[in-house]
């Protein structure tokens, strides 16, 4: 009876080590979270957002307005276009066979979008959709996210991880590795590099003025990091953004003096805590999930979160804040400026929200 006891600790200690588990998480030590209060308490202050097309979209997480229309992508596949004074139905105009998320207009009146499935797709004026990157360095991409268009045409795109799909997302939330790149893709050459790697779940991505630099959002980073494209900095990287008060998803820039800045999410310290435990991490993937000691990092995408977003200036300072604390706007996933408004894109929304450009905090 000892012996096979004995046996029975080897065997249960030899499982909590060794089992196969699909994170192999890597500790870091993230930034203190900043507190919601000062220029972030939260005041509801989406509660007077107008809900444009409610119920009538599936998931539009990112919009590119051209023409006196909005665009978006939808779950199904859809991309569609709606009149931005918010009347009629939204209108097919292609379906990429995957899942549309950034998208962006090039010079030629092309939608260029980031499918999650597919990767980098151009759909024509006509409806037309074409594949213009798949892979890069001969991988297929987990997920393209975001993306932004150079005046030279090059195209600067987001793959959150070189590891796991949409469908696996929550695992690379709760693996929390720099995993994530960005990639340029030249159509002069019809061919892709990655221009920057070690992203910790590389999202939105923008060009500076002139294009002296590109952005991309780091979700699990709480920042956004720039790589120098002109000047004597020139290939080099460093951060324009740090600490954010959520997890960055899209930015756009508005042509003038400011970056919008979607927060996905709200930081949550107590998760936070486990990014330097690895090992605690592989514990808790290994055990029953009632004993986990922080059992919400099993939720990954499905932890409880609220629509909140920033403006930035050209220095990289937060300027703007708002949030949808208490009220009924979930995750933001984009923010555009268009005449005087913010069009606000949501992952798991059936609506565009749209409110009045505030003021500075």
Known sequence: MEIAVVIAIILFIAYLLCWPIPIDPKGWNPPKAPPYEGRFER???????????????????ATAIKDGYVYTGLTNG???CMKIDGEGEPEVLANTGGHPLGLKFDAAGNLIVCDAEKGLVCVSPAGEVSVLSSSVDGRKYSVADDL????????????????????????????????????????????SHVALDNL??????????????????????????????KGPKAGQRDTFVSNLPGGPDNITFNGKDTYWVALAFPRYPHLEALAPQ???????????????????????LHL???????????NGNITHFMDAHG?????????????????LGGLGSDFIARVPVPAPV
Not at 44 to 59: I, Q, V
Not at 152 to 178: H, W
Not at 216 to 225: Q, S
């Open 43 to 61: 005041r509801n202050s989406l509660a007077s957002a107008e809900k444009l097309w409610r119920g009538k979209l599936a998931g539009p997480e």
């Open 78 to 80: 859809n991309l569609v």
């Open 148 to 191: 932004a268009i150079a005046a030279d045409g090059k195209i600067y795109f987001s793959d959150i991880s070189t590891k796991f799909t949409m469908a696996q997302a929550s695992y690379a939330i709760m693996e929390d590795n720099p995993d994530g790149v960005l990639v340029c893709y030249d159509p002069a050459i019809k061919a």
């Open 200 to 229: 910790r779940l590389a999202n939105g991505v923008a060009m500076g003025p002139n294009d002296d630099y590109v952005l991309v959002n780091e979700t699990l980073g709480f920042c956004v990091t720039r790589l120098w494209l």
């Open 278 to 300: 690895p090992f605690l991490k592989k514990l808790m993937m290994r055990l029953p999930r009632f004993l986990a000691p922080v059992p919400d990092f099993f939720q990954g």
């Open 304 to 314: 409880p979160t609220y629509g909140l977003f920033v403006g930035v200036d050209m």
């Open 327 to 343: 009220g009924d706007i979930g995750m933001v996933t984009s923010v555009l400026e268009y005449a005087g408004h913010l069009y």
